[in-house]
C-alpha cells in the first residue's frame, strides 16, 4: 500500500482469522500475512469506490490534512483500486507526480486501466515487493498509507525505508481505523494511535496525531527530520520505483 500484508485498502468487515499474538509492529496479532488476498479488482471495486464512502473517508478534507500542494510528488501506498488517485492528481496538478504502489499485480492493471479512463495524467501504478515500496531516496513529498498500515508486518523496518524516500520537508500520513469504527476490519487487527506514533518514532520519524474531522479513523503524521539518512540531499523530482517490482 507491501509488505507481508499491505496489499489493499481494508474497508468494510473483512472475515479474518484469527491470529497469534505477537509484538507491536511485528506481524501477529497486529500484522503479519494478509487475512485474505485482494486479487479480484472487480470485486473489490465495488467496495472501496462505493460514492457512499466518501461521507466517511473524506478524501477532500484529507488533501487538506495532508497539505498536498500543485508540483508535489506523492505516493500512495496499498493504492488498491486507485480510489485517492483522482483526489491526489487534482491536489498535486500537472506538474506533479502520484505514484500508486500495490503488491497486487491485478490491482495494478486495474489501476492502469482506470488512469487511462479517467485521465489521470500525472498517476502511474506500479507493482512492488511485500517488504520494500522501491522508492528512490530523497525522492518523495507525501506517503500516504490509507486503511492499510494494519496489515505491515514489520512496521518498524518498513517505516525505515520509507523515511530514506523522504525528501526535504517530506511526510508520512498514516490514516487508519479507530478501534469502534463500523468500518475495517476485525477489532483485533487494529491499531491504536498511539501505538502507530510509537513505530514511527522508533523508525526515526517525528511522529504526531493529526487533528481531523472524519469519524471513523485517526491520522498520524511521521515527519522526515533535519538529521535523517538523506539529509542534505535536494528532492530528486518525480520519484520511480527502484529496481524490478517484487512478485
Known amino acids: 500500500m507491501f509488505i507481508v500484508a499491505v496489499a489493499a485498502l481494508a474497508l468494510g468487515p473483512l472475515a479474518a482469522a ?12 497486529h500484522g503479519g ?33 495532508m497539505q498536498v500542494q500543485p ?9 488498491g483500486t486507485g480510489y485517492l488517485l483522482p483526489h491526489l492528481c487534482r491536489a498535486v496538478g500537472p506538474k506533479g507526480k502520484v505514484l500508486a504502489l500495490d ?8 489501476m492502469e486501466e482506470r488512469i487511462g ?3 489521470l495524467a500525472c498517476a502511474n501504478a506500479k507493482k512492488v515487493a511485500l517488504d520494500d515500496p522501491q522508492l528512490n531516496e530523497a525522492s ?12 505491515v508486518a514489520d512496521r518498524v523496518a518498513y517505516a525505515k525505508k520509507l523515511l530514506r524516500s523522504l525528501a526535504i520537508g517530506g511526510a508520512i500520513y498514516i490514516v487508519d481505523f479507530t478501534k469502534d469504527s463500523p ?12 501505538q502507530v506514533v ?14 481531523s474531522t472524519l469519524p471513523d479513523q485517526y491520522v498520524i503524521v511521521g515527519r522526515r527530520p533535519a538529521a535523517s539518512p538523506a539529509a542534505g540531499k535536494p528532492a530528486a523530482g518525480p520519484a520511480s520505483p527502484a529496481g524490478p517490482a517484487g512478485q
Open 103 to 110: 503488491i497486487e499485480a491485478s490491482m495494478v492493471r486495474y
Open 33 to 65: 500475512p494478509l487475512v485474505h488476498r485482494f486479487d479480484d479488482p472487480a470485486r473489490w471495486a465495488k467496495e472501496f469506490d462505493d460514492p457512499a464512502r466518501d461521507a466517511w473517508q473524506k478524501p477532500a478534507e484529507l488533501m487538506k490534512v
Open 183 to 194: 468500518h475495517g476490519p476485525p477489532k483485533h487487527h487494529r491499531l491504536t494511535p498511539q
Open 71 to 79: 508540483g508535489m510528488t506523492v505516493v500512495d501506498l496499498g493504492a
Open 117 to 119: 479512463r479517467e485521465k
Open 198 to 211: 510509537v513505530e514511527l518514532t522508533q523508525a526515526g520519524l517525528f511522529a504526531e496525531a493529526v487533528s
Open 18 to 29: 484469527d491470529e497469534a499474538p505477537g509484538q507491536p509492529g511485528k506481524g501477529g496479532h
Open 140 to 151: 518523495v513529498d507525501r506517503v500516504v498509507i490509507l486503511d492499510t498500515w494494519h496489515h
